[in-house]
């Protein structure tokens, strides 16, 4: 049994690069797939980045996926920042037999 | 095109029962695993229950578990939760979600594919 663990909030200006962490509370980040998704506003969430670091196609090369074991932690790079790319994001990952999604970070492009 | 539709969200009584379903359509419904998210207001997301591709096998959230059923009939390409004892807190948007990869895996695979939602509130 695991916690994701997001940031509730980020933000920064077109043009410039934003990452989102994803903390796991026990266990190796690096044990189980991390997705990460994104919801615009009255909207379904889709995915970004799958199996840590897989892009679906469609999803500009912008965003990328990382795991970093030493700080067990997943993260979500947003490079070149556009409006549109402001949302919420959620990551996500598994145990046993239950999904797990974090508390999800919402971004602002100022 | 593939596409989830969510139906049969409502008013319910605190105690009473709802049963929601999910249209698949422009895929093998059949060969993939299928979940139920849900999103009380303002709040982030919830994963409720899943089901593999064959009905095989059935997972749930602590928070549903022994309230909430989910079964599927592929021969109709429908998904469904037949939810009992509401409480004040299921009150959420209930999304169906498709895996990425058809086949019995559940975990691990994620959610590529999610319909518009069904809105479940109880209330008295």
């Known amino acids: 049994n695991f916690m994701l663990t997001q940031p509730h909030s980020v933000s920064d200006s077109p043009g410039k690069t934003v990452t989102i962490s994803c903390t796991r509370s026990s266990g190796s980040i690096a044990s189980n797939y991390v997705h990460w998704y994104q919801q615009r506003p009255g909207s379904s969430p889709t995915t970004v980045i799958y199996?840590?670091?897989?892009?679906p196609s469609g999803v500009p090369d912008r965003f990328s996926g990382s795991i970093d074991s030493s700080s067990n932690s997943a993260s979500l790079t947003i490079s070149g920042l556009e409006t549109e790319d402001e949302a919420d994001y959620y990551c996500?990952?598994?145990?046993?037999?239950?999904?797990?999604f974090g508390g999800g970070t919402k971004l602002t492009v100022l | 095109e593939v596409q989830l539709v969510e139906s049969g969200g409502g008013l319910v009584k605190p105690g009473g029962s709802l049963r929601l379903s999910c249209a698949a359509s422009g895929f093998t419904f059949s060969t993939y695993s299928v979940n139920w998210v849900r999103q009380a207001p303002g709040k982030g997301l919830e994963w409720v229950s899943s089901i593999s591709s064959i009905s095989a096998y059935m997972y749930y959230a602590d928070s549903v578990k022994g309230r909430f059923t989910i079964s599927r009939d592929n021969a109709k390409n429908s998904l469904y939760l037949q939810m009992n004892s509401l409480r004040a807190e299921d009150t959420a948007v209930y999304y169906c979600a498709r895996g990425r990869k058809p086949g019995m895996t559940i975990f691990g695979v994620d959610m590529a594919v999610w319909g518009e939602g069904t809105t479940v509130t109880v209330s008295s």
């Open positions: 199996e840590d670091n897989r892009r």
């Open positions: 996500q990952s598994y145990y046993s037999d239950n999904q797990v």
